[in-house]
């Protein structure tokens, strides 16, 4: 090998660094040449162009055949065996094992190099160089961190490759040189000082460049790099997957968000409820107008904006659905009684009721002592029975529960014509027929055990209000948007319930009264003002109609609905989160990441090949992870978007999937690449 006026230039801001200045050198083709001088006297740019690491040099390299270098860092795969480093660079499985047992190593063959000495890297790493056959070995600071004996059993090595190869050593220890004999080359701040060299070359057929790798042997070298790293490419599988979660509920929930804002926000904070109140304000049962099924005529006649109404049954407990009924005429008592079974527990209640009003009776007749008059209607005011005002009596629409499973219910009835949003299926067509909440649909749905919430339409389910004979069964035809954070609802069609208690003799739908009356407003109307013209409209004495958050039953905290917020916060800031999290492993990563790929680049194989086939395995394996665990993550998905008061996911949409698929990938497939860009333009060292 022939260097002729070799310089080399470093410019900085303020003037030219002369690194190498007209070096002249010759380098036999065997033997061992060193080259020895002070720190920063520039050996290392020097080994840097004879291996041909540095091409930005002026001056000419002739004849230098194939180089290869032995560096002062161990550039080994740790995690891999002794062996597979070997296959790296030869496929001669037999000429390893034959190296390895003549430098006496053989034992060692399948030890991983992490488990192995300082020294016997070193010794690894100089048969791995001459496994390239190649017709130079530099070797930077060879003995470097070595004790004495270590250090005699890598010379003695190299004496023996030195024997057929050119082999360049830079070192400071200058007693291996006594004990090495070979040429020795003195440097100082750039320039040749001496050498002790006086030979002729011998022609010879120097080696081609290492060639490139099979397709073959990439795949074996990406099975082995899989081996190696098992543990960090797991945790980067768990990292897509969740970063794919996170993207799934973006990708669902974003469509449906102006729902989620406008729609579903009132039905949350009950902000489409307009309740009736005594306007002392105070809770007791006994204060407040009576209303009945004229009163909810007029208002579905003359109020626009209101869509359906509510009523309940309990007297005691004054809520956003207490209903109730006072008054009942002692002809209907007395024909409810005996239709009635023995076991029903109404029975006693009615029995009751006709017990005090015939008392009634009586005691006029004893103080006035006249019959009483057959004309006047006689009726029951329930507020005036203790039993009812303590509840025992006073609960059957308190205690409304739906399906087998026992779901209590706020149960709503829309007027004919109506719409709410649907999240899957139809509106009611008639009394038969139920739409429910989206979480009291997730809630079955996940009872149930199904793969969608959508195969709850069709199915039947039970209404029950809290009496053995008192059940219905009721076809689910839709699944509404509409749900609140405290309560499961049901929606019906207006007059179901009338006509179910009124079938059970629980009312006479012609002569009911109720105390508390719930209307629904559309979310798009104004519902203060709906309030408003409701009060004008029945000209209530005693009660008053408000919005719900607006009356003394509402939590005195805040109602504003910070949905938005909390779904960019919780999509965004979790993904983001992940994001970082992704990231960070690739930064702890980078030093193994950085030495392998230069390894790889180093003797023959495409590092983008191999790290690209990993990244789309890994992809892969976490989107079918995803698909087999679709069931569960849907479950979770669901409960985490009825915790918040988001549309749920009706179904296990394959178009989401695929769009969550191709986001996902893009933004791995951006961090990875970014990542492998960094690396090959970064300097190895």
């Known amino acids: 090998m022939k260097l002729t006026q070799i310089t080399k230039v470093y410019h900085n801001k303020n003037n030219v660094i002369h690194a190498l200045k007209d070096i002249n050198l010759m380098i ?42 032995v560096e002062q860092n161990l550039n080994l795969i740790e995690n891999m065996s002794v062996l597979d480093n070997l296959l790296l660079v030869n496929n001669d499985s037999k000429k390893i094992i034959d190296m390895l047992k003549h430098f006496e190593l053989n034992d060692f063959m399948d030890s991983k190099v ?17 496994l390239v056959d190649c017709d130079y070995l530099i070797c930077d600071e060879p003995t470097s961190a070595l004790d004495y004996e270590n250090s005699h059993l890598v010379m003695e090595l190299l004496k023996e490759v030195s024997l057929k190869k050119g082999v360049i050593i830079v070192t400071h220890e200058l ?17 040749i000082e001496d050498s002790n060299y006086d ?46 979660c996170f993207v799934f509920v973006g990708v669902s929930l974003f469509p449906s968000l102006d729902q989620m804002i406008h729609q579903n926000g009132k039905w949350q904070t009950h902000d489409n409820l307009i309740i009736t109140q005594s306007r002392d304000h105070q809770m007791s049962s006994k204060t407040g107008d009576l209303y009945d099924d004229q009163d909810i ?91 009812f005002q303590d509840g025992e009596y006073g609960f059957v629409l308190d205690l409304v529960h739906f399906s087998d499973y026992g779901f209590k219910v706020q149960f709503y009835q829309l007027f004919k014509g109506c719409q709410i949003d649907l999240l899957a299926g139809r509106m009611t067509e008639n009394n038969r027929e139920v739409v429910i909440s989206q979480n009291l649909a997730l809630e079955l749905y996940k009872a149930k055990h199904l793969d ?25 035809v839709g699944i509404a948007y509409a749900q609140n954070k405290d309560d499961y609802m049901i929606f019906l069609q207006e007059g179901t319930m009338e006509d179910l208690l009124s079938d059970h003799h629980i009312t006479n739908k012609d002569k009911v009264k109720y105390l508390y009356v719930s209307f629904i407003s559309d979310v798009q109307e104004d519902e203060t003002a709906i309030a408003e013209n409701i ?63 230069y390894i790889y680049k180093h003797y023959g194989y495409q590092p983008f090949i191999i790290y690209g086939i990993i990244i789309g395995l890994s992809l892969l394996t976490a989107f079918a992870l995803q698909m087999i665990f679709s069931t569960i993550l849907y479950n979770l998905m669901n409960t985490i978007a ?44």
């Open 28 to 69: 036999p083709n065997y033997g061992i040449t060193y080259i020895i001088g002070p720190s920063g006297c520039g050996k290392t740019t020097l080994l840097n162009i004879i291996s041909g690491k540095d091409t930005d040099y002026e001056g000419q390299v002739e004849n230098c055949g194939l180089v290869e270098c």
């Open 114 to 130: 992490k488990k192995l000495s300082v020294g016997q890297k070193k010794r690894i790493q100089i048969i791995r160089s001459l």
């Open 175 to 191: 007693a291996l040189i006594d004990e090495y004999t070979g040429h020795v080359v003195h440097m100082g701040k750039g320039i």
């Open 199 to 244: 030979y002729q070359d011998e022609p010879r057929i120097l080696k081609k460049d290492i060639s490139l790798h099979h397709i073959k042997e990439h795949f074996s070298m990406i099975i082995k790099t899989i081996q190696t790293r098992y543990v960090s490419l797991l945790v980067k599988i768990l990292s897509i997957l969740l970063i794919g």
């Open 297 to 387: 005529q007029i208002v579905k006649d003359n109020i626009n904006g209101v869509i359906g109404y509510q009523f309940g049954w309990q007297a005691a407990q004054v809520n956003f659905n207490s209903v109730f009924y006072p008054e009942m005429y002692i002809d209907d008592i007395r024909e409810a009684i005996s239709t009635m079974k023995p076991e029903d527990q109404n029975k006693d209640f009615y029995q009751t009721c006709l017990s005090i009003l015939e008392n009634d009776v009586k005691l006029y007749e004893s103080e006035s002592g006249q019959s009483f008059p057959k004309d006047i209607p006689l009726y029951m005011d329930y507020r005036n029975i203790e039993t």
């Open 452 to 476: 969608s919430m959508e195969q709850l339409i069709g199915t039947e389910e039970v209404l029950n209000m809290n009496s053995p004979g008192l059940s219905e069964e009721f076809k689910i």
């Open 535 to 597: 009060n004008q409209t029945l000209n209530s004495n005693k009660s008053e109609f408000v919005v719900y958050t607006d009356s003394i039953l509402a939590d005195e905290q805040a109602t504003e609905n910070h949905q938005t917020l909390y779904f960019y916060l919780l999509v965004g800031g979790g993904l983001f989160a992940l994001t970082v999290i992704y990231i960070l492993i690739l930064f702890f990563d980078r030093k193994r990441y950085r030495k392998e790929t």
């Open 642 to 685: 009825a915790q918040f008061g988001y549309p749920l996911l009706s179904s296990h949409s394959l178009l989401s999937y695929l769009l969550t698929s191709f986001i996902t990938a893009t933004l791995i497939i951006i961090i990875e690449g970014v990542y492998y860009y960094a690396t090959c333009t970064s300097k190895h060292s």
